[in-house]
Each structure stands twice: as C-alpha cells, then as structure tokens.
C-alpha cells in the first residue's frame, strides 16, 4: 500500500517545510517538493499539519491496586491515544515481589497483545531486587527493554536508597535509561497520618499531605545516588518549581539529567481539591500523585518547556471512574486511586495552551510529545521522526479546527475528564500507523493494529 500526501507543512523538532510526503510498506519513502509517483492513494493536506506520531512515555493501563484496577485497559486506553494523535505509548510493567522480571513481561505482554491499537513497549518497573533479577536485565535488553522505573514512594513498591544505587550501577552497565517516582515515602506516610489525626479526611487535604518539599527532596537524593553513580536519568511527571530548581543545580555541575512533566500541572491547578458547595467530594477527580499545584509551580514549568529545561510531556494516564472508584476515599481521602486520564487530550491540550497561545512553536510541540521521547528512550529514527526510513506514523493536523473537551464524547473508558470544557484550538484530522490509516476525519478505523515495539539503547544525549 502507497500514500502520496502532498502539500502538507512538515513540523520536526528542527524544522518545518511544505513537501510532499510519500509512504511504501508502511515506512516514509520519500520527502519533498512537487514528487511525482503513482501511489495507490493520493491526499491534498494543503494548510494542514504534518506531525510525527506522538509518543505517550508514561502510562498506566489495565493497571491493578489493592482494591480496584484502572478504567482503561490496553483496548480503550490505546483507542483513545490514537484520536487524540498518539501512535505510540510506553507503559510499566511491574514485577511483583517475590516474581521475576520474565513473569512481569509476560503479564503485560498479555494485557496488550492483540488488543492494542497503537504500537506499545514497557519499561520494567523493579519492585524486588536480588540476584535473579539482576541476571534477568540481560534478558530485558534483549526483549527490547531498555529502560526501568523504580519508586522512593509507596510501601509496596519502594526501595531503599543503597538498593536504588546498586540498580542504578546495573542500569549503567545495560546503558539504559532511569526513570523514579520522586516522593520522600517516609514523610508522605507522616504526613497522611498527621492530617487523618486532625480529622481532615476530605480531597482538599490530598495535597496538604505530599507538598512540593517532599518532591524536592525526593529530587535531591535521588540525583545524589546518580550523580555517585554516574548515570545519566530521567525525572518522571516532576511538578514543582522547588524540583526544578534541584535539577538545574546538578545540571550545573555537568550532571546530566531529563525531566518529564505533565499537562496536568501545566494547565491544573490545586484549587481544584476544594470541590464544589454542590459537590464538595468533587475534588477526588483530581487526586493524583504527585498531586495539582499552585499557580506559580505551573507557571514555573511553562517557563522550563519554553526554555528547554524541560525534555518531555507524557500523561502519567491512570484512569479510575468518579463513581465507585474515586469514592472509594468518601472518607479518607488517603483511600481515593491516585490518577488522572489524560491519554486522548495531551496533543490537543498542548497545541492550543502552547502552540495557539504563542508559548511555544509547533517544532517544539514536536520535540516535546515525539522526537525528544523517541531519542531518549530508544526509539529514534523508527519514530518520532519524519524522514525516510522511518515508520510512517504520522498525524495530518487541522490548526484552526475548534472544540471543546467533554466526557461525553471521549474514547477514553472513564466517568469523567478532568479538562470537562476546555476550549482547544486544532484537532487531528487523519492518523497514519505505520502507514495504515487507522483515524480518518477524526473517526478511528482500526482497533487492534498495535504491534509490540522492541527498543535499542537509551540516549543519554539531551536534546540542545
């Protein structure tokens, strides 16, 4: 199958053009002005958008806790991934203690495998580190996995720091790439029991429990035990200005060190836990970990994405019904599932409060949700890129289509969004994955073309 798109505006993170864009056998064969070839398909997307697939590096689906598991599985969670533009996403696999990495990969292989509508590959997230673990990061990086999670909160799945170090030094020897949960567990244990003590059980008191100083700290250490190391990492879903200023210190002294944030703490704030006189539990929607906040924390990390201390926006997509999964924190908001959907809205959310606001230029948009994810996680040129060679994911972009984000009308397989009535400005038109058209006019023709995507070596360059 050949498609010939022609007079489309290429957006990459260097540069945007007017070309022609040809695909064969699902890959890019051609770029450029005025190509004449018989494709079995021709499309005019004259004052469109073309963007590389997007890249979600950061999501939770068909995810299970200890009393309710997340609203979207592989199934809906990709759908809705592709619709909003995003041809590809990265989840956790997570090893159960007592269990084995292999058993962890083989769980999530079968969670995704013939359901997936976009391309997916995991990092490993350890949770028991002894000998056999360590012998099996021979046997991720050669199923494709080349990058793990750890996590300095939660009692189930956190680790000792000496642990975190010794991982670290293994993950230097796999050159693969770190990213952790960045919370002082001890201090945010402390701190729920401090305000449940005070009687103060409602949402509004989530954020009081884990406030930005936990988060930094948790920042601080961690990029002690690299810098100790010498590994370069990753920052997952960071969210303060007090983190960040953590992160530009060790930058100074040569460490090298990528950071994620999310749309959430771009465009949401932690007003938002106080809920509503007719809906005073309301705030559970927006409990997540690390949770909403302030405004100059947000207009903190607007600054870090325009000034490139940020590398990354990915969703932390971990979805869970208002109705009878958030309300399980009716009365003790330490109880209420942590995490926010976000999946189908990223590229839409950031194109109209970046791009369309001026913040922003499209090239960065596309550094941002493709290529600077790709690179880093071992993905680039097979995506995140438009060139030839490279797998023909591509989204055609209506820029001056206007909507509005209602729950109603999402893919995503939750009660709720926590953008209800955002105003956006541009919209997906047309989604190409590996050269098949899997959205056509902003309706998903496919359901289940997803593949497994084996990576290579993690980059420790940052983007310039």
């Known amino acids: 199958m050949s498609v010939l798109l022609k007079n489309g505006r290429i957006i990459t993170a260097a540069q945007s053009f007017t070309a022609d864009l040809l695909i064969e056998d699902g890959k890019i064969a051609a770029l450029g002005q005025g190509l004449h070839f018989k494709a079995d398909e021709c499309m005019d997307v004259s004052g469109k958008l073309i963007f590389p697939g997007f890249i979600d590096a950061h999501t939770h689906l068909d995810m299970e806790t200890a009393v309710t598991r997340t609203a979207d599985d592989f199934a809906s969670g990709t759908q809705a991934a592709l619709l909003g533009g995003t041809t590809t996403i990265i989840d956790f696999a997570t090893q159960d203690r007592g269990h084995t990495l292999k058993e962890a990969f083989s769980v999530w292989q079968k969670k995704a495998e013939h359901k997936s509508a976009c391309d997916y590959a995991f990092h490993m997230a350890i949770t028991d580190w002894n000998p056999q673990t360590r012998a099996e990061m021979k046997d991720m990086q050669e199923l494709g996995v080349s990058s793990y999670k750890l996590y300095m909160a939660y009692d189930n799945l956190r680790l000792r720091d000496d642990v975190i170090f010794d991982i670290m030094l293994e993950i230097k020897r796999q050159h693969a ?8 567990g001890d201090l945010v244990n402390g701190l729920i029991r401090r305000q449940l003590r005070q009687g103060h059980t409602a949402p509004l008191y989530h954020p009081l429990s884990r406030p930005a100083e936990v988060e930094a700290e948790a920042v601080d250490r961690y990029l002690t035990l690299a810098s100790l190391a010498d590994l370069p990492v990753n920052i997952v879903h960071l969210s303060t200005a007090l983190s960040l200023e953590k992160v530009r210190a060790a930058r100074s002294k040569g460490q090298i060190v990528f950071v994620e944030t999310c749309p959430q703490y771009l465009l949401l704030d932690d007003r938002l836990y106080a809920g509503t006189q007719a809906d005073p539990f309301g705030g559970a929607r927006y409990v997540c970990s690390p949770p909403l906040r302030s405004l100059s924390d947000q207009q903190a990390l607007w600054q870090g994405l325009i000034d490139g201390e940020i590398d990354t926006v990915s969703t932390d ?3 869970f019904n208002y109705h009878g999964q958030k309300e399980l924190g ?5 109880q209420i599932p942590n995490g926010l959907p976000g999946i189908e809205h990223r590229p839409s959310l950031m194109y109209t409060a970046g791009v369309a606001t001026g913040r922003i230029s499209p090239e960065r948009l596309a550094a941002l949700l493709a290529e600077n994810i790709a690179k880093q996680f071992g993905l ?7 060139q030839p060679g490279s797998d023909a994911d591509l989204v055609i972009w209506q820029p001056e289509d206007e909507g509005i984000i209602r729950a109603a009308t999402q893919r995503q397989q939750v009660d709720y969004t926590p953008y209800e009535g955002f105003k956006t400005k541009g919209r997906v038109s047309d989604v190409y994955l ?3 058209a899997v959205v056509r006019q902003g309706k998903l023709k496919t359901s289940n073309a997803g593949r497994y995507v084996s990576r290579g070596p993690a980059s420790y360059r940052r983007p310039l």
Not at 177 to 184: F, I, Q, T
Request: proline share 4%; with cysteine; net charge neutral.
């Open 177 to 184: 790439m770190l990213g952790v949960h960045c919370e002082n």
């Open 317 to 319: 997509h971990c979805s």
């Open 330 to 334: 009716s009365n003790d908001f330490s």
């Open 380 to 386: 680039y040129p097979q995506k995140g890129a438009i």
């Open 434 to 436: 590996r050269g098949q």
